[in-house]
């Protein structure tokens, strides 16, 4: 049985991408928020354990899905394990280290990173395994997250840069600045918000299903002495591209506070 501890967000997008997926494999859901634990009952059909301990014990896959502050108190509130589990942490920022450190062998441990874009089944997961998780253990949950979207195998060294940049909040806050700006130039709300939703998402399915690399759509879109060409030289010219490497580079050091914490 998967057994996530943590009923937020992430979690309930997970449940939910699994089941649009159809999968059938028993799930249950430990949080101390009695509310949290009867929606996601109620909506999606999974088995709730308010008790940590009795949630633990029926884990045949762990799941810690709580924030980086908590993960130190929760693993010591769980204690030392007298048998062989496998346990996967959601938390951003908390390496493999300090998770063996907090609750090792025979805890074998892995990290993910997935998108809350998993509800619809077009998430993106990076995982990463410690050397004791078996072979058939890191197929089993490869496959799980597949069910939820793309997954890849990245080195720990390079979580932290994955999770700052496959955000799903980079398209929505481009598309809500984008079409905040389209209303200031006098566009209704849902024409803006059609316009720019076009701009992300439509062209970049069209970059990602054509055979055309990156480079040549920038080209072909910005013709010189043209409108895109203008607007692209003026946020350029503006910082765009140092705002973006700005915003990545706090994103990490989130990341390393995360992990000084846990």
């Known amino acids: 049985m998967i057994v996530f501890l943590g009923g937020g967000r992430i979690t309930a997008a997970l449940v939910a991408g699994l089941r649009l997926a159809k999968y059938e ?9 009695a509310d949290k634990l009867r929606q996601l009952k109620k909506q999606y059909g999974v ?10 014990e029926q884990a045949e896959l762990l799941v810690l899905a709580v924030r980086p502050d908590s993960v130190s108190g929760l693993l ?4 030392p394990s007298d048998r062989p589990l496998n346990a996967i942490s959601l938390a951003a920022g908390i390496p493999l280290s300090k998770l063996r450190a907090r609750l090792g062998p025979p805890v074998r441990w892995a990290r993910a990173m997935p998108s809350p874009v998993s509800r619809s089944g077009c998430g993106l997961t990076a995982l990463v395994f410690e050397r004791g998780f078996s072979p058939r253990a890191r197929l089993a ?8 979207g793309s997954v890849l195998q990245i080195p720990e060294s390079r979580f932290d840069a994955f999770t700052v940049t496959y955000s799903s909040s980079h398209g929505y806050h481009a598309l809500s600045t984008l079409a905040r700006t389209g209303e200031k130039l006098g566009l209704s709300r849902k024409i ?10 439509d062209g970049i399915v069209s970059w ?3 055979e055309v690399p990156l480079s040549g759509l920038l080209h072909e879109a910005a013709t010189p002495g043209g409108i895109a060409a203008a607007a692209m030289g003026a946020m350029d010219s503006s910082g765009y591209a140092r ?15 995360n992990a000084l914490r846990g």
């Open 141 to 148: 949950v490869s496959k799980m997250f597949e069910r939820v």
């Open 47 to 56: 088995a709730v354990e308010p008790d940590l301990g009795r949630a633990v």
């Open 192 to 201: 803006a918000l059609t316009a720019a939703a076009h701009a992300l998402a």
């Open 243 to 257: 705002s973006v490497e700005r915003g990545l580079r706090a994103g990490m050091a989130r990341a390393r506070k």
């Open 208 to 210: 990602r299903e054509g």
């Open 76 to 79: 010591r509130e769980i204690g």
């Open 25 to 33: 494999k028993p799930i249950l859901v430990h949080d101390r928020h």
